[in-house]
Each structure stands twice: as structure tokens, then as C-alpha cells.
């Protein structure tokens, strides 16, 4: 298979595979209790432990492998009953041990996989190899001074889960598609916030090229990429700088890069070091993990439904359509949304159509967001949207009428009075009614009626407009063209 960057790769296949940091979401760090809320005041959120001060211990935070449990479960990947944290040694200003804590040759989590869908609908499973704890480090501050640099390190200590792929993905867009779903699994599960602005899912990004059927050529690997745009735009200058390289003679160099969004380029950061540079050993101050089968079992038990199995059930239980399914399933407080209307008895189509219409623009006009609508302040209009959904599957008003209802929804809950303005424009199926509206109609349009019939078969939605214009917009839309029909056939 051939994958082409505008035309531009030619014989040269992209392979890519990518390294991404997530943020564990837990009140406390992996191996201290100090807190972890993105934002506070520099250095206020540092234990001894994170200080690295002689003689502290760590200890190990059991809510933090809860998380990372989660996500193996949730990446159908095998779960490692027992693993091991290591000590990765290298010397950085922000580290204050002089070394890191992760795990090495026993990752908690072993091999799994996430399937992409990419624009077209067609899907690709691409492999991930493994997911292990560590901690994060603190973070350097060279802007604050002329001449000296500070060091905050409320982030030194964070639970982070690196979740590695396989090599297995080609393309820009695939790459893309392929942080967006981790993102959203990660989401689902409430395992990691996926705020990639505020750092709390970042990816490192490894970059190859080679020709068709060759083995893999050297790869560069592009630090801390904070969004998915720019992991898509690093891949693909990184893969063209290979590609003129290769094609002018020259040798790729293993390397770490940097992107720059604002040049569109990468440059080299440093030299690229091997697992033996970091004297990799067992930390002395941590026994061997070592899991429950029971414990594990009701972390599983307890798993929510997450967006694959939302997917299917989208399209097999309710009728929707893959695209509406995804779009809903996209943000899983939408998601959360269309559950909950379907979960009072509103018909699922007509919810999924709200949702995406109607519904969705009047929050806008609120200045709100699905989060909020599942809040206690905003919880009225569930029952709102839910009531005139039911009215309109009943049969008792058009779909116009449930769209302008749900336009008319505000900021104070209408209680009582909901089912008065569902009489308001309660729609018109008496057909002696609807019959004198179209002859009252024909009668002053008799012109318009002659033309008609002479083949001008276009003024039927005219027809058809002026009737309901006459009801008010409540007729039956469905008698009012089969009445229509009738008295003009
Ligand atoms: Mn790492």
C-alpha cells in the first residue's frame, strides 16, 4: 500500500510510531501525597519526596495503577499481574533525584490495540506495545529572569502513563486519528483529562521512511508534541527532510527533534540515546507491583461503555447513521446527552437529530457546553428537550414545531408550563379541518391551480405553504399533502 503526502512521498512509505505521555488523573502524585491540580502557584505542590530530599521514601499510589489498570483494560490489552518500577538515570535541573521512576522490562500494561477510523470510514487496528507508570518531571522556568532560571516543581512526581504504539501507522492522518481516539478512550475511561493544552497528553512522535517491502530505515524521534495538528504537520516535514536526504545520498541520523508550528520545521534537539545510557536498575526503595486477580476483575466489572461499543450500538440499536453515531460519540458529554434524552423514552433518531441540531445551537446561544446540561443548574433542559421530543413522537406536533420548541429553551426551567406551550402548537390532524384549509386555499388560488394543472408541477410546495401558512404552521404535514393530492389529481 502506498501512502502520498500530496503527491510528494512518490515511492517512499511514511512509518510512524508514537510515544504518548498521559496524565493520570488522581489527586496526588504517583509516589507522594502531594496534589496535582494544573495551575497552581509555583512549587506548591511539592512534597519531600518530589524535593528528593535524603532518606525519602516513596510510596506508591494504589488510585494511580487503578488508572493505569483502567486503560490497559480499555486498550484490550493484557494486563501484567506483576511489574516492576526502575530507575532511569539522567541528570536535569527539573529532576531533582537525578534520576526518574518508571518500568522498564515490566511495563504494567503489555500488548494491546486501538482501532482508527480514518476519513473515508474504512478502519485500521494499530498495535500498542505497552503502557507503564512514571513519574513526570518538574519544569524549568528560563523567561522569568535576565540571567537565572527558576525551577517549578508542583508537576515533578505526577503519575504519568506512557502508552507506546506499534510502528504500525502510515500516514499523517493516520497519526492523527490515532491520538484523537486514544484521546477519547482515555476520556471515557476518566483515566486522563486529555487537555493537550495544558500538557496533560503530549506525544512523542518517531519518524522513518522507506521504500516499499524494505526493512525499517533510522528513525528521529520529535519531543512533546501538544496537539494534534502539529503531530500531523511534524510527521509530515519530518518524513519530506528524510526523503530529500535519502534521495540526495545522504544518511538519516538517529536524533531527537523538536517541532517548530511556527516554521514548519524540525530541528535536531540532541543526539538521539540509546536504554543503555540511562543505567537503567530495579529501584531499591519499591518492591515488585503485584496485582489482584479479584481487584482486577472489579476494576474490569466496573468499566464504562466506551466509544467503540457506544458505535455499534449507536447504529445497531437505534438506526443512526456511522456519521451522526461518531459525531455524537465524539464528545462524550454529547454522548452523555443523547443516553440521557434516550434514556427518557425520547425516540432515537429524533434525539440523535436534536442533538446535532437544534439542541446544539441553543446551547451556543446560552454560551454552554454538554458538561453543563448534565449539571444540577441546567438539568431542566433534559426533561424539556425529553418532553417535546415525546410530543413529537406521539404524533402531536411537526418537526418544525419541536425545533422551534427547543430554540424557545432558556436559562429558567419552564416546569408547568411546558405542556401548554406543546398545546400552542399542537399540529392539525383533523382532516375536515385540514380538507377546508386546502379548498379555501385552491378557491383563491384558482389561477395558480389552472397552471398546475397544465404541467407547472413545481407550485405543489407552494400549495403545500400556503395551507400550513393558513393553519399557522400546525397542519399535519402529512394529511396536508395527501389531502392536496387528492383534490388536485
Ligand atoms: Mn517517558
Not at 273 to 298: G, I, K
Request: charged content about 25%; overall charge negative; glycine content about 8%.
Amino acid at each position: 500500500m502506498s501512502y502520498v503526502i500530496e503527491g510528494r512521498t512518490g515511492p517512499w512509505e511514511i512509518v510512524v510510531g508514537l510515544e504518548v505521555h498521559a496524565q493520570v488523573i488522581s489527586q496526588s502524585k504517583l509516589f507522594s501525597g502531594a496534589a496535582t491540580a494544573f495551575g497552581a502557584e509555583p512549587n506548591s505542590q511539592v512534597s519531600f519526596v518530589d524535593a528528593a530530599f535524603p532518606g525519602m521514601l516513596p510510596v506508591l499510589n494504589r488510585e494511580a495503577v487503578a488508572q493505569a489498570v483502567r486503560t490497559g483494560l480499555g486498550l484490550n490489552a493484557h494486563i501484567n499481574m506483576v511489574s516492576r518500577f526502575d530507575r532511569k538515570n539522567y541528570f536535569y535541573a527539573d529532576l531533582p533525584a537525578g534520576y526518574q521512576i518508571s518500568q522498564y522490562e515490566h511495563p504494567i500494561v503489555g500488548a494491546g490495540v486501538i482501532e482508527i477510523t480514518l476519513a473515508d470510514g474504512s478502519t485500521r487496528q494499530i498495535g500498542v506495545t505497552r503502557l507503564h507508570l512514571e513519574q513526570d518531571a518538574g519544569k524549568s522556568l528560563h523567561d522569568q529572569h535576565p540571567t537565572k532560571s527558576y525551577i517549578d516543581l508542583n508537576r515533578a512526581g505526577v503519575a504519568l502513563m506512557e502508552i507506546v504504539s506499534e510502528p504500525d501507522i502510515r500516514s499523517p492522518e493516520e497519526a492523527g486519528a490515532y491520538v484523537r481516539k486514544l484521546r477519547s478512550i482515555l476520556r471515557y475511561l476518566g483515566t486522563c483529562d486529555g487537555n493537550m493544552e495544558e500538557g496533560s497528553l503530549r506525544a512523542d512522535v518517531n519518524v522513518s521512511v522507506r521504500k516499499h517491502g524494505e526493512p525499517y530505515r533510522t528513525r528521529c524521534e520529535i519531543k512533546n508534541v501538544n496537539s494534534v495538528r502539529f503531530v500531523m504537520q511534524a510527521i509530515e516535514v519530518e518524513a519530506l527532510r528524510h526523503i530529500d536526504i535519502w534521495e540526495s545520498g545522504g544518511t538519516v541520523q538517529q536524533e531527537t527533534r523538536l517541532f517548530d508550528p511556527n516554521r514548519g520545521e524540525t530541528r535536531s534537539m540532541r543526539s538521539k540515546e540509546d536504554a543503555h545510557d540511562y543505567r537503567y536498575f530495579p529501584d531499591p526503595d519499591l518492591l515488585p507491583l503485584v496485582l489482584d486477580e479479584a481487584w482486577v476483575a472489579e476494576l474490569k466489572a466496573a468499566l464504562p461503555e466506551l466509544p467503540d461499543a457506544k458505535f455499534a450500538r449507536y447504529q445497531q440499536d437505534y438506526g443512526l447513521s456511522a456519521y451522526d453515531a461518531a459525531t455524537i460519540i465524539d464528545d462524550m458529554f454529547r454522548a452523555r446527552c443523547f443516553d440521557a434524552l434516550v434514556a427518557r423514552n425520547a425516540d432515537p433518531k429524533d434525539s440523535a437529530n436534536a442533538i446535532l441540531g437544534a439542541f446544539s445551537s441553543k446551547l451556543k446561544d446560552l454560551g454552554i457546553d454538554w458538561p453543563e446540561v448534565l449539571s444540577p443548574d441546567w438539568a431542566h433542559l433534559l426533561e424539556e428537550a425529553a418532553a417535546f421530543l415525546a410530543a413529537k413522537a406521539a404524533g402531536r406536533i411537526s418537526n418544525a414545531s419541536l425545533n422551534t420548541l427547543l430554540l424557545g429553551m432558556g436559562a429558567e426551567p419552564r416546569g408547568a408550563a411546558l405542556e401548554g406551550l406543546i398545546k400552542e402548537r399542537e399540529q392539525v390532524s383533523d382532516t375536515s379541518a385540514i380538507e377546508a384549509a386546502v379548498d379555501a386555499m385552491l378557491a383563491a388560488n384558482a389561477a395558480k391551480v389552472d397552471d398546475y394543472r397544465a404541467g407547472n408541477v413545481k407550485l405543489f410546495g407552494f400549495f403545500v405553504g400556503q395551507v400550513m401558512k393558513a393553519m399557522a404552521g400546525k397542519g399535519n404535514p402529512g394529511l396536508v399533502n395527501e389531502v392536496l393530492k387528492a383534490r388536485l389529481g
